[in-house]
């Protein structure tokens, strides 16, 4: 059973700092893409950042320069450091796992994990 599992959400003001993780089970982890996406009120989801198996990272024009993604395949994690937070940040976070030329939808989501940035 594939389970995708976010933590590390919460609120706080603008130009804070949180870190988010997602520890997965059920996959083979260090062959996957990883990424997380991000939902905000009355909008698609959009991708944040992903990475590679071999580490490879792309990000958001938005959030490029503010938000590290890295994974730790020996602990079948990914994080997403996010820094500098702006009020348009506010969304609820989603991990996402799939096999390289798969497209997300096509993967595995975790539940989510909602970030407010105040201003």
């Known amino acids: 059973q594939v389970q995708l599992v976010e933590s590390g959400g919460g609120l706080v003001q603008a130009g804070g700092s949180l870190s988010l993780s997602c520890t997965t089970s059920?996959?083979?982890?260090?062959?996957?893409?990883m990424g997380w996406y991000r939902q905000a009120p009355g909008k698609q989801r959009e991708l944040v950042a992903d990475?590679?198996?071999?580490?490879?990272?792309n990000y958001a024009n938005s959030v490029k320069g503010r938000f590290t993604i890295s994974r730790d395949n020996a602990k079948n994690t990914v994080y997403l450091r996010m820094n500098s937070l702006k009020p348009e940040d506010t969304a609820v976070y989603y991990c996402?796992?799939?096999?390289?030329?798969?497209?997300?939808?096509?993967?595995?989501w975790g539940q989510g994990t909602q970030v407010t940035v105040s201003s």
């Open positions: 996402n796992a799939r096999e390289p030329f798969v497209l997300p939808d096509s993967g595995s």
């Open positions: 990475i590679s198996s071999g580490g490879s990272t």
């Open positions: 059920g996959i083979v982890f260090g062959l996957n893409v």
